[in-house]
């Protein structure tokens, strides 16, 4: 199995402070994502990584940032987290086209 | 935007029964990849089964096949011998290697199946 842990796994924020939550996998593969789960949305891309400091936007980027600066962390950050973005977050590794996504455990975040 | 949809929201089937779910996508690709996932209450993402759209033949494992129509853009889910560990969320997803460099997922809204006793 490839390692994939991400942490925290649960966390209460309150509304405008600024959260980061990590990924880290422990296998060097390339493809990395962040998504997040919402009832009637499915899974929905925020944003993945094809290398060391190589990310680009998925379709809901806004109010979130992140970064790779070693190939097993990645990092997405809630500059100022909003009530909107309540949600749980799933963090994704690509180990090869065949196999397709693998998941960590999400993070469930809830902003009051 | 690649589109993926699930049209049944929720589903229910009798232990040891027959189930299939539906998902439907859009794209104007030949060459894509094709998955089921199983969300379990535990919420891990759990792969079921894949399909690539270049093989004719329908992927089975164990219990699980599908029911690929690459003209008709659906691809079902048919689950053989329900059993109560089948309790769970599925999500069809969708991938197109050419699109993007990030092999991006496109996944539908899920359908949530109940495995009655």
């Known amino acids: 199995d490839a390692g994939i842990t991400q942490s925290p796994r649960h966390k209460v924020t309150e509304t405008g402070t600024p959260v980061t939550l990590r990924c880290h996998q422990t296998e060097n593969h390339r493809y990395m994502y962040w998504y997040r789960q919402d009832p009637g949305h499915g899974l929905r891309l925020i944003h993945y990584?094809?290398?060391?400091?190589?990310?680009d936007k998925g379709e809901v980027s806004d109010g979130y940032s992140v970064s790779r600066s070693k190939t097993e962390d990645f990092l997405l950050t809630l500059e100022s987290a909003t009530s909107s973005q309540t949600s749980v977050y799933f963090c994704?590794?690509?180990?090869?086209?065949?196999?397709?996504?693998?998941f960590g455990s999400g993070t469930r975040l809830t902003v009051v | 935007a690649q589109t993926v949809t699930q049209s049944q929201p929720e589903m229910s089937v009798q232990e040891a029964e027959t189930v299939t779910l539906s998902c439907t996508y859009d794209?104007?690709?030949?060459?894509?990849?094709l998955f089921w996932y199983k969300q379990p209450p535990s919420r891990q993402m759990i792969l079921v089964i894949r399909q690539e759209a270049y093989k004719q033949q329908n992927a089975t494992e164990n219990r699980f096949s599908v029911n690929f129509q690459k003209a008709a853009k659906s691809f079902s889910l048919k689950i053989s011998d329900s059993q109560l560990g089948d309790t769970a969320m599925y999500f069809c997803?969708?991938?197109?290697?050419?699109?993007?460099?990030?092999?991006?997922?496109?996944f539908g809204t899920g359908t949530s199946l109940t495995v009655i006793p």
């Open positions: 990584s094809y290398g060391v400091k190589d990310t």
């Open positions: 997803a969708f991938m197109n290697p050419l699109l993007n460099t990030g092999n991006q997922f496109y």
């Open positions: 794209t104007s690709e030949n060459n894509y990849y």
């Open positions: 994704a590794i690509s180990v090869t086209l065949e196999t397709g996504h693998t």
